[in-house]
C-alpha cells in the first residue's frame, strides 16, 4: 500500500525521478497515443520488474538460494558474486521481453498493434522500464513489493503521460509566443505538474 | 573540413539535447551540480565513443534483424566498465549519479548514434560523431546545471558565487527547477535560430 501510493504520486516517476522523459515528451501530443504508450509502459514495467527481480536473486546475488552456485559448485565454498552483470542481463532481459510483448499482441490484437506498433520497439530503450528494475533491487525490496512496484510505476508513468497529453492539446490553441510553441513548453507544463507533485511529499503514513 | 563539420554537429546544430531531444533523462536528473554534470558527461562521453568505435567495427559483421541486441550489449559493456571504474576511483561521484550510471545503457544518444551514425560510417568518421556528440551532450549539461547551481545553490563548482545576502531559490535545485531551465533554454535557442534566418 505504501509502495502503490508512493510511486504513484510521492515519487512519480517521471516528475520526481526523472526516468523515462523521452516518451514523455515525445508521445504526448495526443491523448489517444498517451493512452497506448502508458498501457504498453504498464505492461512491460510489471512483466520486467518480476523477471529482473528473479534473475538478480537466483542467479546473480551472491547469496545461498543462487542457482548458479548449487549447480555448479554443488553449494560448496562461497557463493560467486555476479551483480556486476546486472546492466547487461538486465537491458537484454528487457530487449527480449519488448520483443516477446510485441509478437503477443501482434497475434491476439492486430488493431491494437497498430496503434502500439511504433511505441512498442522504444521502450526498450525507455529508461523508466530499466531503473524500475535497478531500484527494486537498489531498495531490496521482495518479490511482491517489486511486482506492485512495478505495476504502479507503470501506472504512475501513465497518469503523468496522460495528464501531460491533455494539457497539450489544449495548448495547441493558445496564443504563445512563437519560440515557446511545442517542446519549450511542454517542459514548462512539466515543471508545474512536477511542482504540484512534491506537495504529495508531504504525505506521511 | 568534413572531420570538423562532424565534430562541431554534436555541439551546435544538431546538439543531442537541445536539438534532437535525446538523452532528456539524465540530463535533468544530474544537473542539480556542476559536478554533476561533468561526470555524468565525461562518462557518457566515454561510451558514446567507445561504443561508436566497436559498432563501426563490426558493421559489416551484424546482420541488420539482430543488430539492435548486438549494439545494446554492446552499450551495456562500456557501461559497466564505467561503472566499476567510478565505483573505485570516485566513489563520492559514483554515490551522487547513483542509478543514473547503469541508466548510460539506455540513454538513446548512444544507441541513436550507433544505429544512425556508426552503423554506416567508418571507424574515423564515428569516433569523430561521438566525441562531438559527447562534447554536446557535456556543454549541455553543463549549462543547464550552471544555471539550476548558481539559482539554486548560489555556488558554481561548489565557490560561492554571490555574497552571503543572497537567498537561493531552492526550487531550482528540485525537480521542477530542472524542468523550467531547459524548456526556457530551448525557447531560447528557438528564438535565436528565428532572429538569424530572419536577418540572413
Redesign the interface.
Known amino acids: 500500500m505504501l509502495i502503490s501510493i508512493g510511486s504513484i504520486f510521492i515519487s512519480n516517476i517521471v516528475l520526481a525521478k526523472f526516468l523515462g522523459l523521452c516518451p514523455y515528451i515525445g508521445v504526448s501530443k495526443q491523448l489517444d497515443s498517451a493512452l497506448g504508450m502508458g498501457m504498453a509502459v504498464i505492461f512491460v514495467m510489471t512483466f520486467a520488474s518480476v523477471a529482473t527481480w528473479l534473475i538478480y536473486t537466483y542467479f546473480l546475488a551472491p547469496t545461498t538460494q543462487n542457482i548458479l552456485f548449487m549447480v555448479f559448485l554443488k553449494g560448496k565454498g562461497a557463493p560467486p558474486d555476479l551483480t556486476y552483470l546486472r546492466t547487461i542481463s538486465f537491458i537484454l532481459i528487457i530487449a527480449a521481453l519488448v520483443q516477446f510483448v510485441e509478437m503477443v499482441i501482434q497475434k491476439i490484437s492486430p488493431t491494437l498493434y497498430q496503434s502500439l506498433g511504433i511505441y512498442l520497439p522504444l521502450i526498450t530503450t525507455n529508461c523508466a522500464v530499466l531503473g524500475v528494475s535497478l531500484l527494486n533491487i537498489d531498495n531490496n525490496y521482495s518479490f511482491i513489493e517489486s511486482l506492485v512496484n512495478g505495476f504502479m510505476s507503470g501506472a504512475g508513468f501513465t497518469l503523468a503521460l496522460i495528464l501531460m497529453a491533455g494539457l497539450r492539446e489544449r495548448i495547441e490553441l493558445a496564443n504563445l509566443p512563437k519560440a515557446m510553441r511545442g517542446v519549450p513548453i511542454a517542459f514548462i507544463i512539466a515543471g508545474c505538474m512536477s511542482l504540484a507533485f512534491l506537495g504529495f511529499s508531504g504525505l506521511s503514513f | 573540413m568534413k572531420v570538423t563539420q562532424e565534430l562541431f554537429k554534436g555541439i551546435y546544430s544538431s546538439n543531442p539535447v537541445f536539438r534532437l531531444?535525446?538523452?532528456?533523462?539524465?540530463t535533468?536528473?544530474v544537473t542539480s551540480s556542476v559536478n554533476n554534470a561533468i561526470g555524468m558527461g565525461g562518462a557518457a562521453t566515454f561510451v558514446l565513443i567507445s561504443s561508436n568505435f566497436v559498432v563501426s567495427l563490426i558493421r559489416k559483421f551484424v546482420p541488420s534483424k539482430i543488430r539492435?541486441?548486438v549494439y545494446?550489449?554492446v552499450i551495456?559493456?562500456f557501461?559497466?566498465i564505467v561503472?566499476?571504474i567510478m565505483a573505485g576511483f570516485f566513489p563520492d561521484l559514483h554515490k551522487s549519479l547513483?542509478?543514473f550510471i547503469?541508466?548510460i545503457?539506455?540513454?538513446?544518444i548512444i544507441?541513436g548514434r550507433a544505429e544512425a551514425f556508426a552503423s554506416k560510417n567508418n571507424v574515423f568518421f564515428s569516433l569523430i560523431d561521438g566525441l562531438g556528440m559527447g562534447i554536446g551532450f557535456t556543454l549541455a549539461l553543463i549549462t543547464i546545471s550552471t544555471f539550476r547551481e548558481i539559482l539554486g545553490n548560489g555556488t558554481w563548482l561548489g565557490m560561492p558565487v554571490f555574497g552571503s545576502s543572497f537567498k537561493p531559490a531552492l526550487?531550482m535545485i528540485?525537480?521542477?527547477?530542472?524542468?523550467?531551465t531547459?524548456?526556457?533554454i530551448?525557447?531560447?535557442l528557438?528564438?535565436l535560430d528565428?532572429k538569424t534566418s530572419v536577418s540572413s
Not at chain 2, 545503457?105 to 538513446?108: G, L, M, Q, T, Y
Open positions: 531531444m535525446l538523452g532528456l533523462c539524465p535533468l536528473a539492435i541486441p545494446i550489449t551495456a559493456t557501461v559497466t561503472d566499476l547513483g542509478i547503469p541508466l545503457v539506455v540513454n538513446c544507441l526550487l528540485l525537480n521542477p527547477g530542472a524542468f523550467f531547459i524548456g526556457f530551448i525557447a531560447f528557438n528564438w528565428r
